[in-house]
């Protein structure tokens, strides 16, 4: 009698969970978003987001809907942060261009200065009267204009040239601030 072997039962493996690439690219994108990139990986970060978003949702075992919904989340947070990063740039801005007007004067007024300088020495040291005195000489090419439209003004012999927004502080040096003394303890 023959007798057959007992039926080997095959046992499937377990089908592998599909994986979810662009639950991990939203999240990517979405971390960079509101830190370096803006807009420009917030608005792909929504794209992969709402993709890998739907695609977990059909999946059977909703492999990657946490972290599509992280990237969906940072990448409209990145959204929300433009009003913040705008109202933080503006004031840098609006310092560095009164800065810059700051600057603009004082070569202004140093070029005045230079010019009333050669003015006197070929003038046996008289000050000239004007701005326009030192164009007639050919020691300016044209007569400076302030950023601010002030006016300014030579002074005399031994007078710093002003201006009548900035003045003449820009003139001086900056203050040096002082060492500060060591104490030595005994």
């Known amino acids: 009698m023959e007798t057959n072997p007992p039926a080997i039962a095959s046992v499937a493996a377990p ?24 807009i420009v990986t917030g608005i792909p970060a929504i794209i992969t987001g709402h993709i890998a978003f739907n695609k977990s949702g059909r999946l059977l075992s909703k492999q990657g809907r ?11 947070l990145s959204f929300a942060m433009i009003p913040v990063q705008v109202a933080l740039l503006v004031p840098a801005l609006s310092k560095a261009r009164q800065k810059a007007v700051e600057v603009a004067c004082f070569a202004n ?15 046996n040291g008289e000050a000239p009267a ?8 050919g020691l300016l090419p044209q007569a400076p204009v302030c950023p601010r439209h002030g006016i300014y003004t030579v002074g005399g012999k031994d007078e ?11 003139m ?13 303890e005994k």
Request: aromatic residues 4%; positive net charge.
């Open 15 to 38: 089908a592998a969970p599909e994986k979810n690439p662009a639950a991990v690219w939203s999240l990517v994108l979405g971390i960079l978003s509101p830190f370096c990139c803006g």
């Open 66 to 76: 946490g972290i599509a919904l992280a990237g969906l989340i940072l990448g409209y």
């Open 109 to 123: 007024l140093q070029m005045i200065t230079a010019s009333k300088q050669a003015y006197a020495a070929t003038h």
């Open 130 to 137: 004007s701005i326009d005195d030192l164009v007639k000489a």
């Open 160 to 170: 710093d040239p002003t201006c009548s927004v900035h003045g003449n502080a820009l």
């Open 172 to 184: 001086k040096p900056a203050r040096q601030p002082q060492p500060r003394e060591q104490k030595i």
